[in-house]
């Protein structure tokens, strides 16, 4: 888990290991967080670098290594700051509203705007959308970078833009963008 990570409750007990890179929703980058199944500890294979046999890690308490106290220190204010906000449970309906808005957006815009992920595995982080007259989405990046919304230029892999709607994103940016896009589309419809 990266993306999704503490962005809605989760049952771990489903999942013999969990890692996260948890710099999306939860730390600064390289802040990462492992939960591993007690009964899978102790089985690393011989070829297994001390740093991922998680024996190790359990015997010593986590702190075989130095331990990265800074992002550790972040991650404990974020855990602070969503139970504040009243947990994941709360933060996942943040979440899927931001998206709905966003979603419906795209969905709505006649094809001008179009979405390349089947609706039923669609993200609540990471809305991918196209245009479809590609020779605009430079026009649009420009533009939005104008109105301070930046980051919109599509993963390396797939083009296009991707609006990256984290944890921490408000509701008000993802408005924001709703409404540049609409405004873009009236321009260029």
């Given at each position: ?109 006649k094809g001008f705007y179009k979405c390349p992920v089947e609706k039923s595995v669609r993200s609540l982080m990471n809305v991918p959308f196209t245009l ?58």
């Amino acid at each position: 888990m990266s993306s999704n990570f503490c962005s809605k409750p989760v049952d771990v007990s489903r999942f013999g290991v969990i890692y996260a890179g948890a710099q999306k929703n939860v730390g600064p980058s390289g802040a990462t967080i492992v939960i591993i199944r007690k009964d899978l500890i102790g089985n690393a294979q011989g070829v297994t670098p001390v740093m991922f046999d998680y024996k190790i890690h359990d015997e010593n308490d986590s702190l075989y290594n130095t331990p990265p106290c800074y992002g550790i220190y972040m991650c404990g204010l974020v855990f602070e700051d969503l139970l504040e906000q009243g947990g994941l449970g709360e933060v996942e309906r943040r979440n899927k509203k931001k998206a709905e808005i966003l979603y419906s957006a795209i969905d709505g815009s006649k094809g001008f705007y179009k979405c390349p992920v089947e609706k039923s595995v669609r993200s609540l982080m990471n809305v991918p959308f196209t245009l479809e007259k590609s020779e605009l989405e430079g026009e649009f990046i420009k533009e939005a970078t104008k109105e301070k919304m930046v980051q919109l230029k599509g993963h390396r892999s797939v083009g296009g833009m991707r609006a990256s709607i984290y944890n921490a994103m408000p509701l008000a940016g993802v408005e924001k963008l709703v409404a540049f896009m609409k405004d873009f589309q009236a321009r260029h419809a």
